[in-house]
Every structure is written in structure tokens, then in C-alpha cells.
């Protein structure tokens, strides 16, 4: 089993930056990647970042590219999400997941919800306008 934790939410105004943090704990060795999605109230849990837990390999979502950037501190078993450049309709709750080695490799898979196996409970970002 791994658990995971996250922080750093809260309320900002437009423009305004927010870093998240998910701290893994548990079988953390056998993590093969992590991932940030967020679900805005009445919709689906969508993708926004990815990152390969060895490579460093980054995905992000078209609506986050340029603006948010994530990364990993593998001796911490760590991932951040740095959020620039805020605007409304990032409010969300977002949560962390991480992935443990399948046969479908991880490039073909990451914007899946399905595609992880471990979610933590989730943190609020509000933008306000």
C-alpha cells in the first residue's frame, strides 16, 4: 500500500501562484509514477500533470501548459505541483495518484483516472476572481 498526502491549498486571487505538495509514504519503491488531476464541484476528475517516477518524464494537461509545473523529489517521495499564473476556472479539488508498474506503459495511459492506483484525499485550490 502507499498513502499520500497533500497540501499547499488554498485561496488566491487571479494571477496569483499556489505550490502543492504530496508526500507518498508506505511502498513507495514500487511507485512508477505520479499525477495531479482536480475536479471542479458537479464534474469529472480530469488530468492536469504527470510525471515519471524514474525519467522525470513531465505531461500536462492543454489547459495548465506554460502555467503549472511538476516535479519530483525522490528522496523525499514527493511530487509538487507549482501553479502560476491562477485564473478562475482552476478552482478545484486536486488530488495526487500514483501508479504502480503495469503493461501498458505510462505515455499511452497517464490522463486516465484508471491508469493509478493509489489517490489521496485531496486539497482545495480557489481562485477568486
Known amino acids: 500500500q502507499v498513502q499520500l498526502v497533500e497540501s499547499g491549498g488554498g485561496l488566491v486571487q487571479t494571477g496569483g501562484s499556489l505550490r502543492l505538495s504530496c508526500a507518498a509514504s508506505?511502498?513507495?519503491?514500487?511507485?512508477?509514477?505520479m499525477g495531479w488531476f482536480r475536479q471542479a464541484a458537479g464534474k469529472e476528475r480530469d488530468f492536469v500533470a504527470a510525471v515519471s517516477w524514474s525519467g522525470g518524464i513531465t505531461y500536462y494537461a492543454d489547459s495548465v501548459k506554460g502555467r503549472f509545473t511538476i516535479s519530483r523529489d525522490n528522496a523525499k517521495n514527493t511530487v509538487y505541483l507549482q501553479m502560476n499564473s491562477l485564473k478562475p476556472e482552476d478552482t478545484a479539488v486536486y488530488y495526487c495518484?500514483?501508479?504502480?508498474?503495469?503493461?501498458?506503459?505510462?505515455?499511452?495511459?497517464?490522463?486516465?483516472?484508471?491508469?493509478?492506483?493509489?489517490w489521496g484525499q485531496g486539497t482545495q485550490v480557489t481562485v477568486s476572481s
Open positions: 508506505g511502498r513507495t519503491f514500487s511507485i512508477h509514477a
Open positions: 495518484a500514483a501508479r504502480q508498474p503495469r503493461g501498458t506503459a505510462f505515455r499511452a495511459d497517464y490522463k486516465r483516472v484508471g491508469a493509478y492506483d493509489y
